[in-house]
C-alpha cells in the first residue's frame, strides 16, 4: 500500500508518496527517519538504518522527483536533475537503486538544500 510521507531539509518540504514495493514497506516501517543531507549533481542522498538487498527492478536511470534506496551504501535517494553519472540532462544513480515512490509536485526545489543539512522523512 502506497504511503504518504513529508521530506523536510534547510526549510523545504515536499510531499511525496511511497510506493508499494518491499523496500519502500521497510522505510515506511522505521520512519520518522533522519539523516544529513549528501549532495551529488542534482540528488540527495543519505544513510538511513534500513538494509535491502538490490531488487528485481533497481535501475540507474530515474526520473525527476524519484525516491529511491541504493542497497551498496543503504542510502535514500531523491532524484531531481542531472548527476555526474548523467549521459545528458536525466538523473542517473552512481550504480543501480531501487525505485521506493515520487515527489508529488516539484522536486526542483531540493535544489537549494546544502551538503550538511539535518533531512527528515515522516508519515504525512
Known amino acids: 500500500m502506497p504511503t504518504p510521507v513529508r521530506i ?12 508499494d514495493s518491499p523496500t519502500a514497506a521497510k522505510i ?9 543531507v549528501n ?16 531488487a528485481a527492478d533497481a535501475r540507474t536511470e530515474m526520473r525527476v522527483g524519484e525516491l529511491a534506496y541504493w542497497p551498496a551504501g543503504s542510502a535514500f535517494c531523491l532524484f531531481w536533475g542531472k548527476t555526474p553519472a548523467s549521459q545528458a ?15 508529488d509536485g516539484d522536486a526542483t526545489v531540493l535544489a537549494g538544500v546544502a551538503d550538511g543539512e539535518p533531512i527528515t522523512i515522516e508519515r504525512a
Open 8 to 19: 523536510a531539509a534547510a526549510g523545504v518540504t515536499v510531499a511525496a508518496t511511497l510506493n
Open 28 to 36: 515506511a516501517a522505521a520512519l520518522p527517519i533522519r539523516g544529513q
Open 39 to 54: 549532495r551529488w549533481g542534482d540528488e540527495i542522498y543519505f544513510a538511513i538504518d534500513v538494509k535491502d538487498s538490490q
Open 89 to 103: 540532462d536525466e538523473p542517473r544513480a552512481y550504480s543501480e537503486v531501487n525505485p521506493v515512490g515520487i515527489v
